[in-house]
């Protein structure tokens, strides 16, 4: 087992190391001579997919929140209705899906059964079900009308991290593929983006690479009772990955927020000491949620917390506020959460390991969980 960490303390560091590898494998091969997408392995009908009216993401856990990143995205690009739901929520609500609607299962392992039961509910109703897995020969896509495969390699720490991330490159090919088909885009746009999304692994590299910052972060942090999570924006399901990443590996309460939502409840919580973290947007990004977002550290900061800032390079604003910043590379507001995830996945692991514990095999948790 310790030559398959290659060198690493554990499966889940080094699988965080791998992340550069998942993202930049599950791009390659997508795109012919022209730069256009061909997506090969989708074994399903192009005049389908040009008919989709709305596309519904099921998923569990990590998966979903892929998922939750996905739609803001795929509702750009397509303009298309994307709603994401639990797997197992979906099941038993009676959702209105029908032969025009595109069902999204995303799983790692394809063995959730709470995913699987939601695929043959849809397909049921007449839904066509396409789904973004890691596991070839696994039970979902085998029961799906169409796969698109992740090409994270073996993810074996119980806790997902770099199949997060495949599965949001995956669902952004497969926004830019659905963009593409329906005249959505000009192509020049596509290969654009294209071209944004191949330099991400570069990007995820100098996150990796300036990981000591976090590290040291988490090890001064070993004692937390309780970490917030602030984010907006593919930010809000950032924040509340890097929530659940805490709970899993280091048995922390943690709670993620969308940082619009603040005023609205959580900001109750925020007392002298308090631990929060923020996702912050690109500052070069439109609709002024950057200021927005500044202005709530700003608002927590004078109640007392203890702000960990993830901001953009070059982004000082964000100075006079933060007591920990983390930077990250600058990159378009929708691909950011490939590198602000990270320092969340890192934290957690590290502390986890601060306090002693196991962070391949969490307590009370399994890799695929194949009960209902
Ligand atoms: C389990 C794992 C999680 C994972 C979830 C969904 O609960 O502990 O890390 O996100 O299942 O798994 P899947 O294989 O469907 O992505």
């Not at 209705?81 to 639990?86: A, D, H, K, S, Y």
């Not at 805490?246 to 619009?260: P, Q, T, V």
């Amino acid at each position: 087992a310790a030559a398959e960490k290659n060198g690493f303390r554990s499966f889940m560091d080094k699988e965080i190391h791998d992340q550069p590898h998942a993202v930049a494998d599950t791009l390659l091969g997508r795109t012919d001579i022209n730069g256009r997408l061909v997506l090969d392995d989708l074994r399903i009908d192009e005049s389908v997919l040009r008919s989709v009216d709305k596309i519904v993401v099921i998923a569990c856990g990590t998966a979903a929140y892929a998922g939750h990143v996905a739609k803001y995205a795929i509702e750009h690009w397509c303009r298309i209705p994307v709603e994401v739901e639990l797997a197992h929520e979906f099941r038993y609500r009676d959702p209105v899906v029908n032969s025009k609607t595109l069902v999204v299962a995303v799983s790692q392992s394809g063995e959730t059964m709470d995913t699987l039961m939601a695929v043959r509910h849809a397909r049921e109703q007449g839904a066509k079900v396409l789904a973004i897995v890691n596991t070839h020969g696994s039970t979902i896509p085998r029961e799906s009308d169409a796969v698109l495969y992740t090409h994270a390699g073996p993810e074996i720490a119980v806790a997902s991290t770099k199949a997060f991330l495949s599965q949001i490159t995956a669902a952004y090919l497969l926004g830019l593929y659905l963009a593409q088909l329906r005249g959505n885009k000009f192509a020049d746009e596509i290969a654009e983006i294209l071209d944004d999304l191949r330099e991400m692994p570069d990007k995820i590299q100098q996150v990796l690479d300036r990981a000591d910052h976090v590290r040291e972060t988490a090890r001064s942090m070993a004692d937390a009772s309780s970490v917030l999570f602030l984010g907006r924006h593919v930010g809000f399901p950032v924040a509340l990955e890097g929530a659940l990443k805490l709970k899993e590996l280091a048995y922390i309460h943690a709670e993620g927020f969308a940082a619009g939502e603040l005023k609205h409840g959580p900001i109750a919580l925020v007392e002298e000491g308090q631990p929060v973290f923020v996702v912050v947007p690109s500052p070069r990004g439109r609709d002024s949620l950057h200021s927005k977002v500044v202005s709530n550290i700003q608002e927590i900061r004078a109640r007392g917390a203890r702000t960990l800032v993830i901001a953009e390079d070059g982004d000082d604003a964000v100075l006079p506020f933060a007591d920990e910043v983390f930077f990250v590379p600058q990159s378009p507001t929708l691909l950011a959460p490939l590198l602000t995830v990270v320092p969340l996945q890192i934290f957690a692991c590290e502390l986890a390991t601060a306090r002693g514990l196991d962070v391949d095999q969490p307590r009370n948790l399994a890799k695929s969980v194949t009960v209902e």
